[in-house]
């Protein structure tokens, strides 16, 4: 059953978030560190003031609820997503997925060029947001993709594409891994490409450079995957209580994966940090960074790969051509990890180009 949603948070968790900020124990900080040692002192505090004196969740939540919003029970799991049907009744499906540290409100910005020609579900991946919390073992990339599909046939789509960013990349190749007969491509704008010695290619010199990368990433774990693929438990604990460690714990990805000419907004983001803190799903969203495997899945359906300059990683295209049925290959300008706020527009037409073509072949 598929039932109407409203977002509605009670006045008394928003009295609560308030108080916490006002009554936050702040560490103290070595003169002159910057970021060498974490997320800048002061700007934690400016964020966490304006939080709690400037932002105004009443009204953000206001604008989310003119969105059509949805929940249904897939494997026992409360499933929320947004959907969006394009005034064109023929128009083809598009499911958008989102990654960590983000949520649905990444697409915001893309729904009305998108929904010009694809129908649109934003769903939040269990765990997260309103889909959130999970409660048993095993919701992976694969499983979440599993439930998409469940999902998309329930809405009555046939045919459908699949796009996303970060988890929701593996889970778009999972979802055309998975129903290659309903999942007519996969657009994604994060493609990791590790190192391949056997593979016996000459890569180029910005190949090489971008696979240094890689290497170097390989050496050194990032500390907040370290820990939420190993004990996401542990930290849910200090993210869950504590509003300014949560803070903390997004805005330095915002702050390290976005490219500096393209910002997120501070309103975007402390909207994406309140939907984590306000359904307490710091701890069953870290999961699914222990509960996925890492590795490629074996999608044959057409793939796009958009390449964003300041991104984690940049995708190395001789590399990826080796597992996908690569169609459609873009380079962008700007923007950064999280493109769909970043750089919607150039996003959404690089998914419109690819989802308009995807299906032809090769030589046309």
């Known amino acids: 059953m598929i039932k109407p949603f409203r977002i509605a948070i009670p006045q008394a968790d928003l009295d609560d978030l ?184 000459v890569l180029s010199a910005s190949d090489e450079a971008r696979l240094d990368k890689v290497r170097h990433l390989m050496a050194n774990r990032p500390p907040y995957q370290a820990l939420q693929a190993t004990t996401p438990q542990t930290i849910g604990y200090a993210l869950t209580d504590s509003p300014v460690g949560q803070l903390a714990w997004i805005a330095e990805r915002f702050a390290q994966w976005t490219d500096p000419r393209t910002p997120v907004s501070a309103d975007r983001m402390l909207t994406d940090i309140s939907l984590y803190w306000l359904t307490a799903t710091a701890a069953s969203s870290a999961r699914l960074h222990r509960e996925t495997a890492r590795g490629h899945a074996a999608c044959e359906v057409p793939v796009g790969v958009a390449v964003l300059p300041y991104d984690i990683t940049q995708s190395v295209r001789p590399l990826a051509e080796r597992i996908y049925d690569i169609r459609h290959w873009s380079e962008f300008e700007r923007g950064g990890h999280f493109a769909a706020m970043e750089v919607p527009e150039l996003l959404s037409e690089d998914v419109r180009e690819f989802f308009l073509t995807c299906t032809k072949p090769h030589d046309s």
Do not use: C
């Open 18 to 201: 308030n108080d916490r900020l006002a009554h936050t124990r702040w560490p103290n900080e070595l003169t002159g560190a910057g970021s060498d040692y974490g997320f800048p002192l002061a700007r934690l505090k400016e964020l966490a003031e304006y939080w709690r004196t400037g932002y105004d969740w009443r009204a953000h939540e206001a604008e989310l609820n003119k969105l059509e919003h949805f929940t249904t029970e897939i494997d026992g799991q409360n499933i929320h997503f947004v959907h969006v049907r394009s005034p064109r009744p023929d128009a083809l499906a598009l499911i958008l997925t989102h990654g960590w540290p983000g949520s649905f409100l990444e697409f915001l910005d893309m729904i009305e060029p998108l929904s010009r020609d694809f129908h649109l579900v934003i769903p939040s991946i269990p765990g997260y947001g309103f889909s959130g919390p999970t409660h048993d073992r095993g919701w992976d990339a694969d499983h979440v993709a599993r439930a998409w599909a469940e999902l998309m046939r329930r809405l009555g789509y046939e045919r459908y594409g699949a796009q996303g960013g970060d988890f929701g990349a593996g889970i778009s190749l999972a979802l055309g891994a998975y129903a290659p007969e309903q999942v007519v491509g996969v657009h994604i704008n994060y493609l990791p490409t590790r190192p391949d010695p056997e593979a016996g290619l």
